[in-house]
């Protein structure tokens, strides 16, 4: 018979084998992008996890402690870098980060009395940002361009999703009911399995997950690959899509979506995202999209004949549904605010006195 104690130690063993091959691959790059090392950081805070639970009551240290409560934190912003390809890592980010660190402290140092309900807390703001990530892995599905993360997608946040569920019912008290199971050993073979999946799953296509996004894609992209190495039907798609989104201006509809464009080029939707994204460097459906609209609004906001005609509007003509989301991506590609850019491009109109060589007439003071 195995003794439980080992065997559960063998888990841990697994899972923080998987978890250190994984952060040793995403570090072990010439150029670390943002999505590179926050999984570097999600990876040892995953470490720390698998030591600090193995303790029970009682923390190791203090900083496998701190780690392990924090990588809920940036597991959400790994997560949220990962499948959202935001081009610049903005500040608010890391609120979740410092929120979960925030716990800790009063975990750690606060008074007991105050930091009885600060884990119940905790525990419920785990569960929160595991459900946004999985509503973001969901939102992001049918227009994500990169087919090997368009299929992790699922699998990733579900598997993640699992265990914090699975902790947060350790948490709330299954370890002190009549379990069936001990606790300890589902959390450690959970981790196991789960740094296995994921160590398999973004080893194998790792380049194509964490490639750094376009911070703002040209209006036409240029192709990637040769043209000659296209096969005639991925030519023929090619020259049908550049046909709709420069001469037809079909990105101006505000419900275009990938399979609607699929059907008006005539070419299964499987084959436009390997081109979009293959060929054209595209790695979401909204950037390739977008990039067209926020060209064309930057010429429309240069435009000082159109000065008068309000942002709304020009949001509205170019396929967005409301000015929030124009705002949020004109401002990601292009670093400033539209209004900011109209005024950078137009300038303030400014009165100056011409000198001329004419003299001014005199009045007649004879009358």
């Not at 409301?322 to 670093?335: D, E, I, K, Q, Y």
Request: proline residues 6%; contains cysteine.
């Amino acid at each position: 018979m195995t003794d439980p104690i080992l065997l559960e130690g063998m888990a841990r063993g697994v899972a923080i084998g998987g978890f250190a091959a994984t952060g040793a691959a995403l570090a072990a790059s010439r150029k670390l992008t943002p999505v590179r090392w926050i999984g570097v950081a999600f990876f040892v805070c995953a470490i720390a996890h698998v030591i600090d639970s193995w303790s029970g009551s009682q923390h190791p240290s203090l900083l496998a402690w701190a780690l392990s409560v924090t990588g809920t934190g940036v597991f959400w912003l790994f997560a949220v870098n990962l499948f959202e390809d935001e081009p610049a890592l903005t500040p608010w980010r890391f609120a979740p980060v410092a929120l979960m660190f925030g716990f800790w402290l009063i975990g750690a140092f606060a008074p007991a009395s105050v930091g009885r309900w600060s884990w119940p807390v905790y525990g419920v703001t785990s569960v929160v940002l595991v459900i946004h990530v999985l509503s973001i892995a969901w939102r992001g599905w049918r227009g994500d361009l990169v087919d090997q993360r368009r299929r992790l997608r699922a699998p990733l946040a579900a598997a993640s999703a699992g265990y914090v569920l699975v902790q947060a019912a350790c948490d709330f008290g299954w370890s002190l009911s009549a379990a069936p199971f001990d606790p300890a050993m589902v959390q450690a073979l959970s981790l196991a399995g789960l740094s296995i999946a994921t160590a398999v799953a973004l080893l194998r296509v790792e380049p194509l997950l964490v490639a750094t996004p376009a911070s703002a894609g040209p209006a036409i992209a240029m192709p990637t690959v040769e043209a000659g190495d296209l096969s005639p039907a991925d030519r023929l798609v090619l020259n049908r899509l550049n046909q709709a989104m420069g001469q037809d201006e079909v990105w101006r509809g505000e419900d275009l979506s990938i399979g609607a464009l699929a059907a008006l080029v005539g070419a299964p939707e499987h084959r436009l995202r390997r081109l979009i994204n293959g060929t054209l460097g595209h790695r979401n459906f909204a950037d390739y999209v977008n990039s067209r609209r926020i060209a064309a609004a930057k010429e429309a906001l240069s435009d000082p004949n159109l000065a008068l005609k309000p942002v709304s509007t020009i949001a509205y003509d170019l396929g967005f549904a409301s000015l929030g989301p124009f705002n949020r991506a004109f401002r990601a590609a292009v670093g400033v605010t539209p209004t900011a850019w109209r005024q950078q491009a137009c300038g303030a109109p400014r009165l100056r006195l011409v000198e001329t060589r004419e003299r001014p007439l005199k009045s007649d003071k004879s009358t």
